[in-house]
């Protein structure tokens, strides 16, 4: 299976490590050439700006739309606010190809990123370490979208729809494998 | 501090693990200096991943002398507001009141830094002390880990800040680059013996010698001008770039901005790269380090 990782910025080595250590073949994507061959695509965490501004000036928005719209494609932080519809912010490129309304650094600045035990859909009984940095959150979710995890004030902070995956927190940054597991589901 | 109150029950802030964490998201990224809210915004829509608010780039501190210390909270508060990117600011070594100001404040990231005029000339601050991350400068492994020893949830190297002359952050990313090379075919018996002359927690030389890179992330600093300094930088094995003094004295600083953004990026594509250094306006002037006074240089400053 080859696994592609969005490599503009942010923490895409992590994702990587993961991917290889659950045997996929992981390729790092800068160009619209190098999605090609992808059966997947992992969209790291970093800064939403700085992501979102060098796929426009290196025309990856519509090979990345395209992409997204047929294969399976997993955004984690950075990478969720650019799966979503709408983030309420106009100037700010996004995909638009995942029916979630998101709302960027929802818990305020760095002091107040914070680390917490989640209960997800489809991981089995065993709460998840979830790491929030700066996150965002999901505050809506159209019919078609499965909400697998929610904090206990409810709101929502892992969702898929059909072969899109999102999560608020970062998976890639704990040695617990089983969200990497779940997108290799996906893409299979 | 500025908590809203979204926290779940159970859920830890402050901790290693998200302090060392926002620095991993900085990775592939450009940290840019800048002294008003307007240098902010073109920092951030050129794609910088986080702008370092103070009140003076290096090469102005460098030029007017006399004390540099942390930057009016009221000139960082405004930066804050102007951009939706981390925004970082220095406090001067050792001087923990300056870096609990900052804390209050809200701000992302401190830099105690050798830019500013030391407060302590034996110790740096107890970083563990904070639930804000800090980033420190190094000349070489035995800094970096020192300091990481201390708190640190990143490291730079110090290069010679307001120069625009790469060669001293080069000299300090080969530096630490080759040392983590030797550690790592060093056995055990050597190890306590290197941690001893570097004088680093030997738990960290141990962890570095295992990870075979430093247990945080590394940006390169000090001295880096144009799109081939960043990439040369990341070429050399560093996780991301600060540019001080770079920019905003330079001809194009918002053409220059997003060029070094590319740069870092496409570090090991010549032909991007080829690209983005066309017609970029002058660069910096800058000072040759190898022609600097001793008493001159700040990256002797740290301990």
């Known amino acids: 299976m080859n696994i592609g990782v969005l490599a503009l910025q942010g923490a895409f080595i992590e994702h990587e490590a993961v991917l290889r250590a659950l045997g996929a ?44 719209q047929t294969r399976p494609t997993w955004g ?40 917490v035990d989640l ?55 704990t040695p617990d494998t089983r969200m990497h597991e779940y997108f290799l589901r996906l893409a299979r | 501090m500025t908590s809203n109150g979204n926290h779940a029950d159970g859920a830890q802030t402050g901790s290693e693990k998200v302090k060392r964490g926002l620095a991993q998201m900085l990775k592939g990224g450009v940290i840019m200096d800048v002294v008003t809210p307007e240098h902010a915004r ?10 370092m608010a103070l009140e003076r780039v290096p090469a102005d501190i460098r030029a007017q002398g006399g004390v540099a210390r942390m930057s009016d909270p009221d000139m960082i508060e ?100 080759g040392e983590i090379r030797r550690l790592k075919a060093m056995d055990e018996d050597e190890l306590f013996t290197y941690a ?27 001295g880096v001008a144009t799109p081939a300094d960043a990439a040369l930088m990341m070429q050399l094995g560093m ?9 905003f004295k330079s001809g194009d600083p918002a053409k220059r901005a997003k060029a070094i953004v590319e740069a870092v990026t496409y570090y090991q594509n010549p032909e991007i790269l080829l690209n983005v250094s066309r017609n970029l306006g002058e660069a910096m002037v800058g000072i040759n380090v190898s022609a600097m006074a001793e008493g001159d240089k700040i990256a002797t400053r740290g301990w």
Request: net charge negative; proline share 5%; with cysteine.
């Open chain 1, 119 to 173: 209960p997800i859909k489809g991981l089995g009984a065993l709460p998840f370490h979830a790491v929030f940095i700066r996150a965002p959150l999901a505050t809506a979710a159209g019919p078609e979208v499965d909400v697998l995890a929610r904090l206990e004030t409810q709101q929502i902070v892992a969702a898929r729809q059909g072969h899109l995956l999102a999560t608020a927190f970062h998976p890639e940054l």
């Open chain 2, 239 to 247: 996780d991301g770039v600060f540019v001080g003094s770079g920019i």
């Open chain 2, 196 to 222: 001893k002359n570097i004088q680093a927690p030997y738990a960290l030389v141990k962890e570095t010698a295992e990870l075979g890179r430093l247990p945080v992330v590394n940006f390169a600093a000090g």
């Open chain 2, 78 to 177: 405004q930066i804050m507001q102007a951009v939706t990117i981390p925004v970082m600011a220095k406090c001067r070594i050792g001087h923990f009141v300056e870096a609990q100001i900052l804390q209050a404040l809200g701000i992302d990231y401190i830099d105690e830094s050798e830019v500013l005029t030391p407060a302590d000339e034996e110790h740096h601050i107890n970083k563990h002390q904070f639930a804000v991350p800090f980033v420190c400068g190094c000349r070489n492994l035995g800094e970096a880990l020192r300091r990481i020893g201390e708190g640190a949830a990143m490291i730079r190297t110090k290069g010679e800040a307001g120069t625009g002359d790469v060669v001293e952050a080069v000299r300090h990313a080969r530096a630490v680059l």
């Open chain 1, 25 to 68: 073949t992981v390729t790092q994507v800068r160009l619209a050439a190098d999605l090609e061959p992808l059966d997947g695509l992992v969209i790291p965490g970093g800064e939403s700006t700085t992501i979102g501004k060098l796929a426009t000036n290196f025309g990856l928005m519509q090979p990345l739309r395209d992409f997204a």
């Open chain 2, 42 to 51: 073109i920092a951030e829509d050129a794609g910088a991943c986080a702008v």
């Open chain 1, 76 to 115: 984690t932080c950075a990478g969720m606010i650019f799966l979503a519809k709408d983030i309420g912010i106009d100037r700010q490129p996004i995909l638009s190809v995942m029916d979630i309304t998101v709302n960027r650094n929802a818990f305020g600045r760095q002091i107040d990123s914070f680390e």
